[in-house]
């Protein structure tokens, strides 16, 4: 079987894949069940920019969701909370092919933005678009960015409209929950991604949670390599 490249989608945030082909009427699951979820570690990688990166999965209100963590010692929490926010710029420096990122509101505590990722056409995929809110956590040293999904763009409905109207192949996930956490321990600073979405459109479950495990680590890595040119 030949899988896609290694990519990530920011909700990434940044992007960026925890994937699955469902109903369009399952409920998203929350965070507070992300929270509270048996997650199973299932592989390891090593990345250039992280070193190990562990990954995770566990079934979340019925969508399977990955995890990737890792810890970095040269970084600190803000500037990776800076790269995670950093939606436009994403369109530069990430791995994936962004081909667009808007922040449409951003608040001390919130961010709500778009992006559009110019999926390869050799995939047999269309092109996804996604509006999302973020809420951002500060407790302590420890810095957190979760988003869920803006139905119809919610209070952005006219840019929705626009996105949709200039990209009529394009397709929104109808499930796109996740975040990061990076968290103080000692002198390092541990790095967990998290994302539950079901993409859309006809690729197989299979080989969609196969690249999910495999671009997990890309994820990781571009953010922290961004993060590092903040310092």
Excluded at 28 to 44: C, E, I, N, Y
Excluded at 146 to 175: C, I, Q
């Amino acid at each position: 079987m030949t899988l896609p490249p290694r990519r990530h989608i920011l909700g990434y945030p940044p992007g960026m894949l925890a994937l699955c082909w469902l109903s369009t009427a399952l409920a998203s699951p929350t965070h507070v069940q992300m929270d509270a979820a048996s997650w199973k570690l299932v592989t390891t990688a090593k990345h250039s920019e992280v070193g190990e990166v562990r990954i995770w999965r566990a079934e979340v209100a019925g969508i399977p969701c990955f995890r990737g963590t890792a810890r970095v010692t040269d970084v600190d929490p803000d500037a990776l909370l800076e790269t995670a926010i950093d939606v436009e710029g994403a369109v530069r420096w990430s791995s994936a092919n962004v081909a667009e990122g808007k922040v449409l509101e951003r608040t001390a505590s919130r961010v709500d933005y778009y992006q559009l990722l110019d999926v390869p056409g050799w995939t047999l995929a269309s092109d996804r678009f996604w509006f999302l809110t973020a809420q951002i956590g500060r407790t302590g040293a420890d810095r957190s960015y979760r988003w869920s999904r803006l139905t119809e763009g919610g209070k952005h409905k006219a840019v929705y409209d626009a996105v949709r109207a200039s990209n009529p192949g394009a397709v929104e996930p109808p499930v796109n929950v996740g975040g990061w956490e990076f968290r103080v321990d000692g002198d390092q600073v541990v790095v967990d991604y998290r994302v539950c979405t079901d993409t859309g459109g006809s690729v197989p479950q299979a080989m969609q949670n196969i690249a999910t495990r495999r671009t997990l680590p890309d994820n990781i890595g571009d953010v922290v390599r961004q993060a590092r040119t903040l310092r």
